[in-house]
């Protein structure tokens, strides 16, 4: 059994980091490309109070309702700008659950 949870840009993946839990995400799309290809596994850290987020930092994030592992782009106050690497700008939230940490290895998953 995998030593992190396993799962997508979704809900189940949230509310494992809202456990405090150290989840492996693999997005899905060519939004974070070279970044990050499409279902690539990442390593996603929770979100505490001593967690820092500046910009170019990779977050999971919630905005306008839509899930996405996409880049902090702006900040103010605690307000955080979401884009995808291409430019394309998602939109401004608060809702931030885990911050990228690294690329998965075939160790995480044993």
């Known amino acids: 059994m995998a030593k992190y949870f396993i799962g997508g840009e979704n809900k189940e993946t949230i509310e494992h980091l809202l456990n405090n839990e150290t989840v492996i995400v693999k997005g899905k799309g060519n939004s974070m490309t070279p970044k990050l290809k499409s279902g690539e596994a990442v390593i996603v850290e929770p979100?505490?109070?001593?967690?820092?987020?500046?910009?170019r930092d990779i977050v999971l994030c919630k905005v306008k309702g839509n899930i996405y592992l996409h880049l902090v782009t702006g900040i103010s106050g605690n307000q955080y700008k979401i884009s995808n690497n291409?430019?394309?700008?998602?939109?401004?939230?608060?809702?931030?659950?885990?911050?990228?940490?690294?690329?998965?290895?075939?160790?995480?998953?044993k």
């Open 47 to 55: 979100i505490s109070k001593e967690t820092k987020i500046k910009k």
């Open 86 to 109: 291409h430019g394309h700008d998602n939109g401004w939230t608060t809702k931030i659950f885990g911050k990228f940490v690294r690329k998965a290895t075939s160790e995480d998953f």
